[in-house]
């Protein structure tokens, strides 16, 4: 694995998000999570999770490379240090929120208006 440099603070270097990685920031973005606490809320809602164990733990740390996670294992009492648990930085939450905006804009379009139409 290579070391990369970090990425800009301005979040919309961050933009466009997978939406793999937006929905990781969207839950972490209020209160920290381990692996399997992601995982189980990506399903609450939805058929299927799009986020499984293994593609999570590597999103996890991409995400955390680029300074948008952050381990917060190390701050919570002992009962919970059995996991680690990540949380999203003040970066990772605005770039959640420009790409929020991002999508918000892209839906309000007289195009997307299509989308809604019955056929």
Do not use: C, N
Not at 34 to 50: C, D
Not at 66 to 84: A, F, H, W, Y
């Amino acid at each position: 694995m290579t070391d990369e440099p970090p990425r800009s603070v301005e979040p919309e270097s961050h933009l466009p998000l997978a939406p793999r990685d937006f929905q990781v920031l969207l839950l972490l973005f209020d209160e920290p999570m381990h692996g399997y606490g992601i995982v189980k809320a990506s399903e609450e809602g939805s058929r299927k999770s799009v986020l499984d164990l293994g593609s999570l733990y590597r999103i996890i740390a991409r995400l955390t490379r680029e300074g948008l996670l952050e381990d917060v294992t190390d701050d919570l009492d002992d009962s919970k240090r059995q996991r680690r648990y990540y949380r999203a930085t003040e970066l990772g939450r605005r770039v959640a929120r420009a790409e929020a905006v991002r999508l918000r804009a892209l839906l309000d379009s007289e195009r997307a208006e299509l989308l809604w139409q019955k056929p």
